[in-house]
């Protein structure tokens, strides 16, 4: 049970008890050969600028890893506010953003952790022992209160009763399926009557799929597993299993539940998507420099849907307005049996701090800060985001970004709420997943072959990392 892993490890354990950095050596056997989704994802990594482990902060300022590469602009606005120069004084902090996971960890399992880290799959530190408890910091704090945020926010900073999580600068509502109202109405659509279901969404796909004489592609209707449709993360959730409606793992009993008929269902279902267009097809329009990612082939105007959550208005007013006006917003797919099931989703992101760090007091005081409604401001206009705290999300105008409201109006209409599972190893069960759909997707692997596959690895790292009785 995950109850009886130890509370720490020493660097060589962490190591190899992640199996986030050699994912692909002792399941290199079992595992498809790296493709052209993989290979987009990699090309992708290697243009950041944080690709390979971020060097040391200058002086002796705070370091504060962030895997978002949009977040620099907030965070440079924040800073330069009276407001944060009388609540920091004369500390020094250094944001690095788009840091990798593997990044990270390296740093961490060196013992040269940043102080504190956003974006990245918290759980997983959590439950590992490398980071510092805040439930004494958090019954001091005058700005960071359980009463100030909604109740899975809140709970899920935490891990076996401890808090090791401060809420902050992310973290409403995760589903909905975003459109290009223009491009709808080019190809003969209605942008007034969106698809509901996945066949629905794979006739607006075919319409708008567009290639060249040579059948090179030139234009998508929807890449199923682009940003949140293919996301399998703490912080975010697991949408397949939210569009189907299963629980994919129960941490109470540690077991997992991948090997069934909706696992099957959805490899088959949203693999459709990508074959239609043709894997290399679609692989080749991420690795086109500014496509690559969560929503630039959307602001591209090359991809006319997409899975997002609310933030997905925002970044699109700040990051390319002319295409903006003419996004929509609506429900996320679900299959053509559970037609009528409105889907809704919490999740959130957190500053995490390492217990080896040597800024802790001051990481805490950042995290603090980036909770007072100067910051959430800030990050809003600057980046489209919102936290989970009610009074704040009082406050927010739902038209200040085109499709932005359906996501308010979800709030009251959702048939069907969901949370991230809490599962300690997520960022190996995301990478497994990827390797899979792509397998499945170009006919190397049945869609019943994947979901056993994944059931079967997914047990295997539980037990081979300790959590399992």
Same mark, same amino acid.
């Given at each position: 049970?995950?109850?009886?892993?130890?509370?720490?490890?020493?660097?060589?354990?962490?190591?190899?008890?992640?199996?986030?950095?050699?994912?692909?050596?002792?399941?290199?056997?079992?595992?498809?050969?790296?493709?052209?989704?993989?290979?987009?994802?990699?090309?992708?990594?290697?243009?950041?600028?944080?690709?390979?482990?971020?060097?040391?902060?200058?002086?002796?300022?705070?370091?504060?890893?962030?895997?978002?590469?949009?977040?620099?602009?907030?965070?440079?606005?924040?800073?330069?506010?009276?407001?944060?120069?009388?609540?920091?004084?004369?500390?020094?902090?250094?944001?690095?953003?788009?840091?990798?996971?593997?990044?990270?960890?390296?740093?961490?399992?060196?013992?040269?952790?940043?102080?504190?880290?956003?974006?990245?799959?918290?759980?997983?530190?959590?439950?590992?022992?490398?980071?510092?408890?805040?439930?004494?910091?958090?019954?001091?704090?005058?700005?960071?209160?359980?009463?100030?945020?909604?109740?899975?926010?809140?709970?899920?900073?935490?891990?076996?009763?401890?808090?090791?999580?401060?809420?902050?600068?992310?973290?409403?509502?995760?589903?909905?399926?975003?459109?290009?109202?223009?491009?709808?109405?080019?190809?003969?659509?209605?942008?007034?009557?969106?698809?509901?279901?996945?066949?629905?969404?794979?006739?607006?796909?075919?319409?708008?799929?567009?290639?060249?004489?040579?059948?090179?592609?030139?234009?998508?209707?929807?890449?199923?597993?682009?940003?949140?449709?293919?996301?399998?993360?703490?912080?975010?959730?697991?949408?397949?299993?939210?569009?189907?409606?299963?629980?994919?793992?129960?941490?109470?009993?540690?077991?997992?539940?991948?090997?069934?008929?909706?696992?099957?269902?959805?490899?088959?279902?949203?693999?459709?998507?990508?074959?239609?267009?043709?894997?290399?097809?679609?692989?080749?329009?991420?690795?086109?420099?500014?496509?690559?990612?969560?929503?630039?082939?959307?602001?591209?105007?090359?991809?006319?849907?997409?899975?997002?959550?609310?933030?997905?208005?925002?970044?699109?007013?700040?990051?390319?307005?002319?295409?903006?006006?003419?996004?929509?917003?609506?429900?996320?797919?679900?299959?053509?049996?559970?037609?009528?099931?409105?889907?809704?989703?919490?999740?959130?992101?957190?500053?995490?701090?390492?217990?080896?760090?040597?800024?802790?007091? #001051?990481?805490?005081?950042? /995290?603090?800060?980036?909770?007072? +409604?100067?910051?959430? @401001?800030?990050?809003? *206009?600057? &980046?489209? %985001?919102?936290?989970?705290?009610?009074?704040?999300? #009082?406050?927010?105008?739902? /038209?200040?970004?085109?499709?932005? +409201?359906?996501?308010? @109006?979800?709030?009251? *209409?959702? &048939?069907? %709420?969901?949370?991230?599972?809490?599962?300690?190893?997520?960022?190996?069960?995301?990478?497994?997943?990827?390797?899979?759909?792509?397998?499945?997707?170009?006919?190397?692997?049945?869609?019943?072959?994947?979901?056993?596959?994944?059931?079967?690895?997914?047990?295997?790292?539980?037990?081979?990392?300790?959590?399992?009785?």
């Amino acid at each position: 049970m995950p109850g009886n892993r130890r509370s720490s490890l020493s660097r060589r354990d962490f190591l190899r008890a992640s199996s986030f950095l050699a994912l692909g050596g002792v399941l290199a056997a079992c595992a498809a050969p790296p493709g052209a989704e993989q290979a987009a994802q990699q090309a992708e990594q290697a243009q950041q600028p944080e690709a390979q482990a971020p060097a040391a902060a200058s002086g002796d300022a705070v370091q504060y890893w962030v895997g978002w590469g949009n977040y620099q602009p907030a965070f440079d606005a924040i800073v330069q506010t009276d407001e944060w120069a009388e609540w920091m004084g004369d500390t020094k902090v250094e944001l690095k953003s788009s840091t990798t996971a593997e990044a990270l960890l390296t740093a961490v399992a060196a013992g040269t952790p940043p102080d504190g880290a956003s974006n990245r799959e918290y759980l997983d530190y959590m439950a590992r022992g490398v980071l510092l408890p805040l439930d004494d910091w958090l019954s001091t704090s005058e700005v960071v209160k359980q009463e100030n945020y909604l109740e899975g926010t809140w709970r899920d900073g935490s891990y076996q009763g401890v808090m090791y999580g401060v809420p902050a600068n992310e973290g409403f509502l995760r589903y909905g399926l975003n459109y290009n109202a223009r491009m709808v109405e080019e190809a003969g659509l209605d942008p007034d009557t969106p698809p509901q279901t996945w066949s629905e969404c794979m006739e607006w796909h075919k319409a708008l799929t567009k290639f060249d004489d040579a059948g090179n592609l030139l234009q998508v209707g929807l890449d199923a597993y682009d940003a949140m449709g293919g996301q399998l993360a703490i912080q975010d959730g697991f949408f397949a299993s939210v569009s189907w409606g299963w629980q994919w793992f129960d941490p109470e009993t540690g077991k997992f539940d991948l090997d069934n008929e909706m696992m099957i269902q959805a490899f088959e279902v949203m693999g459709e998507f990508t074959k239609l267009a043709g894997p290399d097809n679609m692989a080749g329009m991420r690795q086109v420099e500014g496509q690559g990612g969560w929503g630039p082939s959307y602001n591209a105007e090359v991809q006319a849907m997409i899975i997002e959550g609310y933030w997905h208005p925002g970044e699109t007013q700040i990051q390319k307005p002319e295409v903006a006006q003419y996004n929509r917003a609506s429900w996320a797919p679900v299959p053509d049996a559970r037609k009528g099931v409105k889907v809704q989703g919490t999740g959130g992101h957190y500053v995490i701090i390492y217990k080896d760090a040597k800024h802790t007091e #001051e990481m805490f005081k950042v /995290a603090e800060f980036l909770n007072t +409604d100067t910051a959430l @401001k800030i990050i809003f *206009e600057n &980046t489209g %985001w919102l936290p989970g705290m009610p009074k704040f999300l #009082e406050s927010v105008d739902p /038209a200040a970004y085109p499709g932005l +409201d359906f996501y308010f @109006k979800s709030v009251d *209409e959702a &048939t069907e %709420w969901s949370s991230p599972a809490r599962c300690p190893i997520s960022q190996f069960a995301s990478q497994q997943y990827v390797q899979l759909r792509e397998a499945n997707f170009r006919d190397e692997m049945t869609a019943a072959e994947a979901a056993a596959e994944f059931q079967k690895r997914c047990e295997e790292e539980y037990k081979n990392a300790g959590f399992a009785s």
